[in-house]
């Protein structure tokens, strides 16, 4: 198997340092809806470990909610709610999501505002280490924040390609008061009146962003791990610090092995973000295009490509899991030669291989669709092709079960009702059996009729 490496820029062969994959994957800020490009990030991340697994490794997949932020204290005074209550609010229907899109919960999610003392003491150790430093007001006995040299990191800036000196000249930075360097990045921050702050050996305060994660992946995973993953707008600053911090806590390097990114998705010419306004949450889209349709609208996409929002691309992706659907739908047992879909298999094990390239498995799924109805129309045996297709689905999460309902419930006493017509007409009772077809069309099945195979739908 071969993934795409954002720290070495080109696709390497990919094998786990130990027993299992140790993945950590960053999650969401709690303080309100998620939205497509949330989901976007985590299929593509569902979709991997999937694979993964399916590859017969075994994984370890670590995903934390910062649930301390500014956004998230600006929610809360807004609101005029504990900041838990706000981020508790959003993590339940976070999750509730998720599930609907049939993505296979992290083994662990830590929370920011449960692993304080593990940051503090990473903060501690990169102090004393002359990584990191107080402020001036936390040198003279006040309280302050603590920053990261930057510029202590021989290689900083090897994940997005960017020197020092490209930084800071492109950069429109005012040094900050107690900064040793413009480009220093914040540990600690001191608490404002008002805010959520936790003790600390630099007075009342809060972790910085970058360290958060850190820290949850050094406590859950170790020093080093396998995957770390997330968009592509978390190459820079954030996934640059992690490894800055990291590695210089621990002198252990890589901090990851592998850095995988999900491209952006795109509302127009603008990424879907939060903070543009321009976003569609998650719910809606559950609601409006179905799971298996947003899904196969993220994977009908490289995962490293830009994806464009639209009303009709959902729309089509929505009728395109219809049509994977039907072809498994119940089936007579068909004679002849049964249909074989190693072939079809062999090829997407090939193309997930190489990258992740779910567009072509998901090509595949429709070639595999294809063939089971032709050979069902010609009346071949075509379980077994169903089982590898759903097993071929199943890897990219997709359920391709219609909706829940009465008909379907009631699926083996519509077959047993079919071949009892099969019966009369075979013993010359056309009369009892147009009934029985006239009774089940009243009832919103439709009944077709062809090469001594009968098949049934919902009107």
């Not at 959902?314 to 049964?338: H, I, N, V, W, Y």
């Not at 092709?385 to 419930?409: K, S």
């Given at each position: 198997m071969r993934l795409y490496n954002t720290l070495s820029r080109k696709v390497e062969d990919f094998t786990p340092m130990g027993d299992e994959v140790l993945m950590y994957v960053c999650g969401v800020t709690p303080y309100s809806e998620s939205h497509l490009g949330h989901a976007m990030c985590y299929i593509v991340f569902d979709t991997l470990r999937r694979y993964l697994e399916f590859r017969g490794m075994k994984v370890k997949h670590v995903q934390n909610y910062t649930d301390i932020d500014d956004k998230l204290i600006a929610r809360a005074e807004r609101e005029g709610l504990p900041m838990n209550e706000i981020a508790e609010r959003y993590i339940k229907e976070f999750e509730r999501d998720i599930a609907e899109l049939n993505i296979e919960p992290a083994h662990v999610y830590p929370r920011a505002t449960e692993e304080v003392p593990s940051i503090i003491s990473m903060i501690e150790g990169l102090i004393d280490k002359g990584m990191a430093y107080k402020s001036l007001a936390a040198e003279e006995g006040g309280f302050g924040d603590v920053y990261y040299r930057v510029d202590k990191k021989s290689d900083y800036g090897k994940l997005s390609g960017r020197s020092l000196e490209s930084m800071l000249s492109g950069a429109r930075i005012e040094p900050l008061e107690g900064k040793e360097n413009p480009m220093d990045f914040t540990l600690w921050k001191a608490a404002k009146p008002g805010e959520p702050a936790w003790d600390s050996p630099w007075g009342p305060g809060r972790p910085g962003w970058h360290i958060e994660c850190s820290a949850m992946s050094l406590r859950h995973l170790g020093p080093q791990i396998d995957i770390h993953g997330g968009g592509l707008d978390l190459v820079f600053p954030h996934h640059e610090n992690e490894i800055a911090q990291t590695e210089a806590f621990t002198d252990a390097q890589p901090f990851s092995r592998f850095w995988v990114h999900?491209?952006?998705?795109?509302?127009?010419?603008?990424?879907?973000?939060?903070?543009?306004?321009?976003?569609?949450?998650?719910?809606?889209?559950?609601?409006?295009?179905?799971?298996?349709g947003v899904r196969l609208f993220v994977l009908g996409s490289t995962y490293r490509s830009p994806l464009t929002y639209s009303e009709?691309?959902?729309?089509?992706?929505?009728?395109?899991?219809?049509?994977?659907?039907?072809?498994?739908?119940?089936?007579?047992?068909?004679?002849?030669?049964?249909?074989?879909?190693?072939?079809?298999?062999?090829?997407?094990?090939?193309?997930?291989?190489?990258?992740?390239?779910?567009?072509?498995?998901?090509?595949?799924?429709?070639?595999?669709?294809?063939?089971?109805?032709?050979?069902?129309?010609?009346?071949?045996?075509?379980?077994?092709?169903?089982?590898?297709?759903?097993?071929?689905?199943?890897?990219?999460?997709?359920?391709?079960?219609?909706?829940?309902?009465?008909?379907?419930?009631?699926?083996?006493?519509?077959?047993l009702l079919i071949e009892l017509r099969k019966e009369l007409r075979a013993e010359k009772q056309y009369a009892l059996a147009d009934r029985v077809r006239t009774g089940l069309t009243e009832l919103g099945i439709v009944l077709e009729d062809g090469a001594g195979v009968t098949k049934w739908k919902q009107a």
């Open positions: 999900n491209g952006f998705l795109q509302m127009g010419d603008e990424k879907m973000s939060k903070s543009l306004g321009n976003i569609l949450n998650m719910r809606e889209a559950i609601d409006k295009y179905t799971p298996d009709e691309s959902m729309a089509a992706a929505k009728a395109s899991s219809e049509r994977l659907q039907k072809a498994l739908e119940p089936a007579a047992e068909g004679t002849g030669e049964a249909l074989d879909l190693t072939p079809q298999r062999e090829r997407f094990i090939a193309v997930m291989d190489e990258d992740l390239n779910t567009a072509q498995a998901v090509a595949l799924l429709f070639e595999c669709a294809r063939e089971i109805n032709r050979a069902r129309d010609a009346g071949r045996p075509v379980a077994a092709a169903q089982a590898t297709m759903r097993e071929l689905a199943g890897v990219l999460g997709l359920r391709l079960e219609a909706a829940a309902d009465d008909a379907m419930a009631a699926a083996p006493f519509i077959e």
